[in-house]
């Protein structure tokens, strides 16, 4: 089977799974609308940061845009500020480490899931990023300074927190 037909099933599968996580976690039709383009943004983000270690400006725009259903704007703007600040003091500090993608991709998200989402879902999601990559290279004997794409799991941590914190 080609690979681009693998990952079509496997985004089919995904919004699926979000469609139903977000159907048990909330009876707001606003908030499942939110959640579902949200998911398939989310999906879309980490399929192009995969595949070209970049993730488009037109990502950030479409999340800001979904999260304008149902804002609290003084969160939405307090997310966004705050949350993509340890995110970018990594930057300047290491260098090459973090890309300004990755910056944008979390303002975007704390714009949507507001400060204590936001925080939540950097959590998960690196924790995800370091835990894999660490048993990834481990068993594969390869050097640990290889890049790796964060949006996959930063987005998990997005989805996750949006199921746990409705977002702002």
Not at 75 to 93: D, K, Q, S, Y
């Amino acid at each position: 089977m080609k690979k681009s037909k693998i990952l079509m099933i496997l985004g089919a599968i995904l919004t699926i799974i979000s469609l139903i996580g977000l159907f048990k976690a909330f009876d707001d039709t606003n908030l499942i609308v939110k959640g579902f383009f949200y998911a398939l943004i989310l999906i879309y983000a980490s399929y192009k940061d995969s595949k070209e270690k970049i993730i488009p400006d037109k990502i950030h725009l479409m999340i800001i845009a979904i999260s304008l259903i149902k804002v609290n704007f003084m969160i939405a703007i307090m997310g966004f500020i705050i949350v993509p600040l340890p995110f970018f003091i990594t930057a300047l500090l290491k260098g090459d480490g973090i890309g300004g993608g990755d910056i944008k991709f979390m303002a975007s998200s704390g714009f949507l899931l507001g400060v204590k989402g936001g925080f939540i879902a950097s959590i998960i999601g690196l924790t995800l990023a370091v835990a894999i990559n660490f048993i990834y290279y481990k068993i594969k004997n390869k050097d640990k300074n290889i890049s790796f794409p964060l949006a996959p799991y930063l987005s998990i941590g997005c989805f996750l927190s949006f199921l746990i914190t409705g977002g702002c």
